[in-house]
């Protein structure tokens, strides 16, 4: 794994469950990893209820745009992780959390499966970052 791991998050359309993963994870690691998502097939907006349970959690994914995989980010990423949707145009899967789409779904059901990914990006963080070698100035 490269001194900065990239991890590129996959759903469907990029509007709710890969936005929330890409930001817990920027959130929880910061600068120690390198994090995108992106869609097979992009929507044109991020879901408004995820957007409106993140700020709730303070933090704001409202400028975040759904984008389509680029075959060169994916070639790239250390480890490209989807969300539990049946995705094509992959080029690998190295894990798939599993988590239930909050398209739809009502703000408490949002709010919990944002709470999921929480946890999940958290788990992630800290493994990622007790693999990444401490440098002397660190």
Not at 40 to 62: F, H, K, Q, R
């Amino acid at each position: 794994m490269s001194p900065k791991p990239f991890v590129l998050f996959v759903c469907r359309h990029n509007t709710g469950r890969s936005q929330m993963a890409e930001a817990y994870l920027r959130h929880f690691a910061g600068d120690r990893v390198e994090v995108a998502s992106a869609g097979t097939e992009a929507a044109d907006a991020p879901n408004a209820g995820v957007v409106a349970a993140m700020a709730e959690d303070g933090i704001d994914i409202s400028a975040a745009r759904p984008k389509l995989i680029d075959p060169q980010i994916a070639a790239r990423a250390d480890r490209i992780i989807t969300m539990g949707c049946d995705v094509t145009g992959v080029p690998r899967i190295d894990d798939d959390w599993g988590l239930p789409d909050p398209k739809g779904q009502p703000p408490q059901r949002v709010r919990d499966i944002r709470e999921l990914v929480k946890a999940k990006a958290r788990a992630l963080a800290g493994q990622l970052c007790e693999e990444i070698p401490r440098s002397v100035d660190a």
